[in-house]
């Protein structure tokens, strides 16, 4: 088992190290060594601090989700489980270990895993319905990203993307959303089928069991936009330290935009995806050849370096057969 974990950690070491090599090789600039000469420390700092905050109110959100549920979980629970997610997540496709995780970790903490899968869907469903709701204002004040279409259908746009957390609360309370995935899968394998038809159960029955308690679900959807917006500010923090100024509003607004296509990505952690999309967006604004430099450290800072201590959470509490034990039908005694 432990040959195993030594196997995803040596192939996700080699794909971050080949990634970021030939991202930095396709992107730097002989001008970029103007900046790694300016580049101030003291930036690493506020990196920390600031990655430290969105750690910590993505800490808090899990609690207050897991207190609406009617469980209680401890501070030292509740960092195994934020820690766990960023390493398993980052070596299993389209990050779905991430919330097996995050099951495991509470379930020892004597969360009943209905619950803890139920705290764990709506805490994912909370970031990407923030982030989904801040598109609209991204794409208003961004219209660099949005210059080739009419101002009408931006508007447009904006105001779907408002309305749709709105009516996915109204739909649930409905049989549509069922009907609706039922001619969706009609082609499907019927195990896969079935699979869809759990976990929309499973989410439905997570929405009915949190809202009992607005209040809390209010406090941590609040905590989960701040926890997203802090993580998000480690670019332009990283920014000011290479002495480049750029209007905050249009840096966090297309890191809003990139993390949200990363929720969708197919790929363990979003690699490749994150840093070519990072490219895409950054290299108009950035000075020629830094792109590449400024993409790799975000990915370290707030991916890499959290996986570290993930992996280290996880091979304490459980030891080096950590993965094996995250397959399906194995479970946890």
Not at 45 to 69: C, E, I, K, M, Q
Not at 120 to 128: L, Q
Not at 132 to 159: E, G, H, R
Request: proline content about 5%; charged content about 10%.
């Amino acid at each position: 088992m432990r040959n195993k974990l030594m196997e995803h950690i040596l192939v996700l070491f080699s794909v971050v190290v080949l990634m970021s090599c030939a991202v930095i090789y396709f992107t730097f600039d002989i001008q970029a060594l103007q900046y790694l000469t300016i580049f101030e420390p003291w930036s690493i700092a506020a990196v920390l601090g600031v990655l430290f905050v969105g750690l910590f109110f993505d800490g808090t959100r899990l609690r207050n989700l897991t207190l609406a549920s009617g469980e209680e979980l401890s501070i030292g629970a509740t960092v195994n489980v934020v820690l766990s997610n960023y390493f398993l997540a980052l070596i299993t496709p389209g990050a779905s270990g991430g919330a097996v995780a995050q099951v495991i970790f509470m379930k020892r903490a004597g969360i009943p895993v209905v619950k803890a899968t139920a705290v764990v869907i709506v805490r994912t469903a909370m970031s990407i319905m923030f982030l989904i709701m801040m598109v609209p204002f991204v794409l208003q004040n961004d219209k660099a990203l949005v210059s080739w279409l009419p101002t009408n259908a931006i508007l447009a746009l904006s105001f779907v993307l408002t309305i749709i957390p709105v009516a996915l609360v109204f739909l649930l309370n409905t049989r549509y959303p069922e009907k609706l995935l039922y001619l969706l899968t009609g082609r499907l394998a019927k195990s896969m089928r079935r699979k869809s038809f759990m976990w929309y159960k499973e989410f439905r029955t997570a929405s009915f069991l949190l809202g009992k308690n607005p209040i809390a679900v209010i406090r941590a959807f609040i905590e989960s936009g701040i926890s997203l917006l802090a993580i998000y500010a480690v670019v332009p923090v990283f920014m000011s330290g290479f002495g480049i100024e750029l209007p905050l509003s249009i840096v966090m607004g297309r890191m809003i935009l990139l993390n949200l296509l990363l929720y969708f990505s197919p790929t363990p952690g979003g690699s490749g995806v994150a840093e070519a999309g990072f490219v895409v967006l950054f290299s108009p604004l950035l000075p020629s050849g830094t792109v590449g430099i400024f993409a790799v450290m975000w990915r370290f800072a707030c991916e890499y370096f959290p996986f570290l201590l993930g992996a280290v959470v996880c091979i304490r509490n459980f030891g080096s057969d950590f993965i094996a034990h995250t397959k399906i039908g194995r479970k946890w005694d």
